[in-house]
């Protein structure tokens, strides 16, 4: 199979959508590494054999966040798993240095519709037990 057909059926059983964990051979019930060998004919799965296992790992992470629906998890997983086709047997260092690189050196971007919340102060001195002063709850993360 040549690779454009390749990219054309994991594009397709990707297009319906991408669930947590392995899930079951059926569009729409996979996680984005099943789906590619749903995609190529192979045993159901999550270990394609075209796919490096640095690559492999990165793109399961990602998988099982959170994301708001399996239509976005697909969306959001499709360029990363047309991506990997092809990089078992290759020296993926330079990749996993740019990854970690990535990952820890910029600061989370905020979307322009995520509302400012004002910053409250919060002591390191423990709270009596009675007190319910409101506590200060990281913000809602949704990809």
């Known amino acids: 199979m040549i690779l454009e057909?390749?990219?054309?059926r994991i594009?397709?059983?990707?297009?319906?959508?991408?669930?947590?964990?392995?899930?079951?051979?059926?569009?729409?019930e996979l996680c984005l590494e099943a789906a590619i060998c749903?995609?190529?004919?192979?045993?159901h799965g999550?270990?394609?054999?075209?796919?490096?296992?640095?690559?492999?790992?990165?793109?399961?992470?990602?998988?099982?966040a959170p994301w708001s629906s399996p239509m976005a998890r697909a969306a959001g997983m499709l360029p990363l798993g047309l991506a990997q086709l092809g990089t078992a047997g290759t020296d993926r260092r330079e990749w996993v240095r740019r990854v970690v690189e990535g990952t820890f050196s910029r600061p989370p971007s905020r979307s322009p519709s995520t509302p400012t919340q004002p910053v409250q102060e919060v002591s390191c001195e423990p709270r009596a037990a009675t007190d319910t002063a409101p506590r200060v709850q990281p913000p809602r993360v949704v990809v």
Do not use: W
């Open 38 to 43: 749903l995609a190529l004919g192979l045993r």
């Open 46 to 64: 999550a270990q394609p054999p075209c796919i490096a296992e640095a690559d492999r790992r990165f793109a399961i992470a990602l998988n099982d």
């Open 5 to 8: 057909e390749k990219r054309r």
């Open 11 to 28: 594009t397709e059983v990707v297009s319906h959508g991408l669930v947590v964990g392995t899930g079951r051979p059926v569009p729409g």
